[in-house]
């Protein structure tokens, strides 16, 4: 059984995995961050990376060398529209931009998960990308102004968050309900099983 690492602050992401039974420590990614892609799956792909390797890299300078039986879990959320990009806004008016684009619409969620395994003295890694569907009723500007205003899309890429209040305005979705939260848990257990990864004990 590996000592499984989160390299990431969410709180969505670490309810997530203590709910399918993975017992981990925190440890956010603490680097800068650089993506070489525009295409969606690519750019989640390259930051999970890159997020699971500095943490990778933090754990290799506390014990002086790569840690063993250690397992580290980076991930990435980004909402895609029409091919355009869309992560956490900047403000309040780039939230309210991008709902008004978003509603009734379908866009798409895509996550990547980058997971690093000791494997004798040195990282293993896999890497893999999740897309879901997410198709929203049409808002009112006064309905998207008082989302905005609670606060609650801050944080989030596309801003807004599936599992909140903005769950009122949602259609439907295709694909993994937990990607759109922000890690595609099942994928997850299934990947690393198929690499002889034990995330569960």
């Known amino acids: 059984m590996k000592k499984i690492v989160l390299a990431s602050a969410s709180p969505r992401r670490r309810e997530l995995l203590s709910q399918v039974g993975v017992t981990f420590e925190v440890m956010p990614a603490d680097g800068e961050e650089r993506i070489t892609s525009t295409e969606p799956s690519k750019v989640v792909e390259e930051l999970s990376y890159q997020k699971a390797m500095f943490t990778a890299k933090a754990l290799e300078k506390q014990n002086g060398?790569?840690?063993?039986?250690?397992?580290?879990?980076g991930a990435d959320t980004i909402v895609s529209y029409?091919?355009?990009?869309?992560?956490?806004p900047s403000g309040k008016e780039d939230a309210v931009q991008m709902l008004r684009m978003l509603q009734?619409?379908?866009?798409q969620v895509y996550t990547g998960v980058t997971i690093l395994a000791e494997e004798n003295g040195s990282w293993k890694s896999l890497t893999?990308?999740?897309?879901?569907?997410?198709i929203f009723y049409p808002a009112t500007d006064e309905e998207i102004t008082a989302y905005v205003e609670s606060g609650d899309p801050m944080d989030k890429a596309g801003s807004y968050g599936i599992q909140g209040a903005w769950?009122?305005?949602v259609k439907g979705i295709r694909g993994d309900y937990n990607n759109v939260v922000g890690l595609p848990v099942a994928r997850?257990?299934?990947e690393t099983k198929?690499?002889?990864?034990?995330?569960k004990g």
């Open 65 to 73: 060398h790569v840690p063993e039986g250690f397992a580290v879990i």
């Open 82 to 88: 029409e091919g355009r990009i869309l992560g956490k």
């Open 104 to 107: 009734g619409n379908t866009h």
């Open 128 to 134: 893999f990308f999740e897309c879901t569907d997410v």
């Open 167 to 169: 769950g009122a305005y």
């Open 188 to 190: 997850l257990i299934y």
């Open 194 to 199: 198929k690499n002889g990864i034990n995330l």
